[in-house]
């Protein structure tokens, strides 16, 4: 169950992060792999880095067989929606070859050839570019390649509750198809509601919708501006249909398509709240650990067995669990603060206690984390990591609050001693194993069976009878 | 509060012109002047996307010899009218709504009142929206439609001042599951 560590997927260069480092925490003296479906054998296996890329080519076909696309004529444009972020899902190639399998299949059974790829990005302006640069996009996929960011031009949308701002590169075609990742991230934010049509919300949305989102609605009554999009005549009159690459904890499992964007979202969410909802609410047990930083990708949404840092630093919650008030936000410290419990705000994200330390390795800065650093031991490994760091807009006192260590592993050995515990957990990237000590993985391997349990007998039935999904429809 | 360590720089021998900066510039620091790109020192908030955008590599971001102090001076303005118009809006003035530099609704909503007249004047004034740019843009919209201010027309931004406050009771009421109605 537990074995040397795997090597976890190579990280993209990037003017947004350091030089990609040559030791990673795989390659520490001691440090092991626990496998995801060793730990819960009843989820489905998956493919890792370097498996399965042509066989995702095949699943995809297969998904988009049942497909109508009889609406699109020869003489239309398509535009693809592509999201950055699938090109970060190990390394990237599995999500490339979805979007290229997709471009042939509606070429092949619709006749148009004016297919465009859209490709946005996550926050930077050139995050999106270097994506078509380093997967040689341009080349690789049969079709314009275009990208776009949150400040680019807007595009005006009018919705059931007013008017939002879409992105107008990602609308300008006759129709569009939506072909993200369904990998959950960041579901301490969405709470898997309306999963599948986020991106609606974000990606292909203008940063003024995007502040609305994390800004001034509660985490439940976001989710509802991705289906005030999708649902306006703008888009329901583009929308084609939707082709999105399908995971597990443990790897890339295939492509789901469904002209239906709601039955696939049902089928799909049911699906994620039983695989990752078993990982999640095992990292959510962990007691005490050392969170390492370690892949091409801003702190919050980097992997270990499929789970994002972010649902361990919000672990003490369950964010599935749609009784919970307010899982985590800025809203769940308004009802503190009107209760009396607390007197004044003094952090937006509310960290984990488990978490003793974490070392940075290699990440991005580019998004708001120095709450880490104010909370929690913080270790960053190198002169050109910290420098960044210093002049990241996002976090202006961070290194204010941190220590620097020359290499990874004079860090692990000072954070071992300031944490006070041999428990180490890799963000490095990876699906399909977690990356940790010893100690780490005899304690996950312990919990698993337990958690396995809860999540069938008890939370399973409870999330999806939360969000009205039938376990059994196809 | 931000205190501002970098600033921009351009190198005008690589700045071809093309305003790929003024228009991401939060603060309205950097605009082009005769087809080179000239940095107001003073409103440079060193958020970097002057230097992110620019294809010719002309910006960048340097250190600066004294650090730049953003913040607002509470105490200049009635805290009557803070309360007031953070109550309109539904929010908390000691909320520290921007995640990057903690800056509180009640200093936005103290630079609206003593003033501010559109969120270049706020990034400026308190720091807030001179980090991502994104997350607490939807508040100073907010404050800035609730005192009444006309934000100027601009292709950096789009007022959006929506909160989960404002949706309908018909539109909670058909749509349950999503609580705007509630903290949770």
């Known amino acids: 169950m537990v074995q040397p560590a795997v090597q976890p997927p190579e990280v993209m260069p990037s003017m947004y992060g350091p030089t990609p480092r040559t030791c990673r925490p795989a390659d520490l003296p001691g440090m092991v792999s626990v496998g995801v479906t060793e730990l819960f054998p009843e989820i489905q296996k998956g493919y890792r880095q370097g498996e399965g890329v042509e066989e995702t080519c095949q699943t995809t076909r297969d998904a988009l067989a049942a497909v109508n696309m009889e609406r699109i004529r020869p003489e239309d444009t398509v535009n693809i929606l592509c999201s950055e972020h699938g090109f970060y899902i190990l390394e990237g190639l599995h999500y490339r070859e979805m979007l290229k399998a997709l471009g042939d299949v509606v070429r092949e059974k619709t006749g148009c050839e004016n297919i465009r790829y859209r490709v946005a990005s996550g926050v930077g302006v050139r995050e999106a570019d270097e994506v078509v640069d380093y997967f040689g996009l341009k080349d690789y996929l049969n079709g314009e390649v275009t990208t776009t960011h949150p400040f680019d031009k807007p595009l005006p949308i009018e919705t059931e ?140 949404y980097i992997h270990s067995g499929g789970i994002a840092f972010g649902c361990l630093e919000n672990g003490k919650y369950d964010a599935f669990d749609l009784t919970v008030p307010s899982a985590y936000g800025l809203h769940d410290m308004v009802a503190k603060y009107f209760s009396g419990e607390m007197k004044t705000f003094d952090r937006i994200m509310n960290i984990n206690p488990a978490i003793k330390a974490v070392v940075i390795n290699q990440a991005w800065p580019g998004l708001p984390i120095s709450d880490v650093p104010r909370h929690v031991p913080t270790v960053v490994v190198g002169r050109d990591q910290a420098d960044m760091l210093n002049l990241d807009s996002t976090n202006p006192e961070f290194m204010n609050h941190a220590v620097i260590a020359d290499s990874l592993e004079t860090a692990m050995e000072f954070a071992g001693k300031v944490a006070g515990t041999d428990k180490v957990i890799a963000f490095d990237g990876s699906f399909g194993n977690i990356t940790a000590s010893p100690s780490m993985a005899e304690d996950l391997v312990r919990r698993a069976p337990a958690v396995s349990r809860r999540v069938d007998e008890e939370l399973l039935p409870m999330w999806l009878k939360q969000r009205g999904i039938d376990p059994e429809e196809a | ?148 201010v006309q934000i100027p027309k601009d292709p950096r931004w789009n007022s959006l001042p929506l909160t989960s406050h404002d949706i309908s009771e018909e539109i909670a009421k058909k749509y349950p599951a999503y609580h705007f109605d509630s903290l949770t």
């Not at chain 1, 699906?271 to 047990?285: I, M, S, T």
């Not at chain 2, 955008?53 to 340097?62: F, I, L, N, P, T």
């Not at chain 2, 720091?127 to 800035?144: D, E, R, T």
């Open chain 2, 1 to 148: 509060m931000k205190i501002v360590r970098f600033m921009s720089r351009v190198d005008p021998e690589k700045c071809n012109g093309d305003k790929r900066c003024e228009k991401l510039c939060p603060s309205g620091a950097i605009k082009v002047v005769d087809k080179i790109a000239v940095v107001q020192q003073d409103r440079c908030v060193a958020c970097g996307k002057c230097s992110e955008v620019c294809r010719e590599d002309a910006v960048q971001m340097v250190r600066r010899i004294q650090p730049l102090t953003l913040a607002f001076d509470m105490e200049s303005v009635d805290p009557e009218k803070i309360q007031a118009l953070c109550a309109q809006a539904g929010l908390l003035p000691d909320l520290p709504l921007c995640a990057c530099t903690g800056t509180t609704v009640g200093e936005i909503a103290a630079a609206i009142i003593d003033g501010a007249k559109s969120p270049e004047d706020v990034v400026v004034g308190t720091g807030a929206g001179s980090g991502c740019g994104i997350y607490c843009m939807a508040v100073i919209f907010k404050l800035f439609d609730c005192a009444g």
């Open chain 1, 161 to 300: 509750i007013g008017t939002l701002y879409g992105l107008a590169r990602i609308y300008d075609a006759d129709w569009i198809i939506h072909a993200p990742h369904d990998e959950p991230r960041d579901l301490y934010f969405h709470r898997m509601m309306n999963r599948c049509l986020k991106a609606f919300a974000m990606n292909y949305a203008r940063y003024e919708t995007r502040a609305a989102f994390h800004g001034t609605f509660s985490n439940r009554a976001a989710n509802f501006l991705q289906k005030a999009i999708f649902d306006s005549p703008l888009v329901q009159d583009k929308f084609a249909f939707s082709c999105i690459l399908r995971s597990t904890p443990d790897g890339i499992i295939g492509t789901d398509a469904d002209n239906d964007m709601y039955r696939l979202d049902r089928r799909i969410s049911r699906e994620l709240l039983r695989d990752y909802g078993k990982v999640l609410r095992l990292v959510a047990e962990i007691d005490e650990c050392i969170a390492v930083w370690d892949a091409g990708r801003w702190g919050y």
